[in-house]
C-alpha cells in the first residue's frame, strides 16, 4: 500500500515559480519501487499528464507544453518527489495529483497508475 499527499500548491503570478511535493508512506513495497508522476486538471477539462520520473531517476518525461519549464525529481531517502515549476503560466491552473505505477510501468496513460494523492491546487493569474 501506498498513501500519497501533495503541497506547494497556491496562487501566483504568471511568470511566478511553486514548487509542488508529493509525500508518500509506504507498508509494504518500498517508495523506491514505484515511477511517480504528476496529473492536472483543469477546470473544465479532462485531467492530462504532465511529468514522470522513474523509481530511480534515471528517466523523466514531460509532456511538451512543460518542458523548460517545469523539472521533477524525487528523494527516495524523504519519500518524496518534486515538480519545480518555473515559469508559470496561466493555462498551468489546476488541480495537481501525483500518482505511483509499479516501477517500469510508469508512462502518460493514466490507467497504469495505481495510487493517487488527493490533489494540491494550482492557480495562475495572468
Known amino acids: 500500500q501506498l498513501r500519497l499527499a501533495e503541497s506547494g500548491g497556491g496562487l501566483v503570478e504568471a511568470g511566478g515559480s511553486l514548487r509542488l511535493s508529493c509525500a508518500a508512506s509506504?507498508?509494504?513495497?518500498?517508495?523506491?519501487?514505484?515511477?511517480v508522476a504528476w496529473f492536472r486538471q483543469a477546470p473544465g477539462r479532462e485531467r492530462e499528464f504532465v511529468s514522470v520520473i522513474s523509481y530511480n531517476a534515471d528517466r523523466a518525461d514531460y509532456i511538451d507544453s512543460v518542458k523548460g519549464r517545469f523539472t521533477i525529481s524525487r528523494d527516495n531517502l524523504k519519500n518524496t518527489v518534486y515538480l519545480q515549476m518555473t515559469p508559470l503560466r496561466s493555462e498551468d491552473t489546476g488541480d495537481y495529483y501525483c500518482a505511483a505505477a509499479t516501477a517500469g510501468l510508469g508512462v502518460r496513460n493514466s490507467i497504469s497508475y495505481d495510487y493517487w494523492g488527493q490533489g494540491t491546487q494550482v492557480t495562475v493569474s495572468s
Open positions: 509506504a507498508s509494504g513495497r518500498a517508495f523506491s519501487n514505484y515511477d
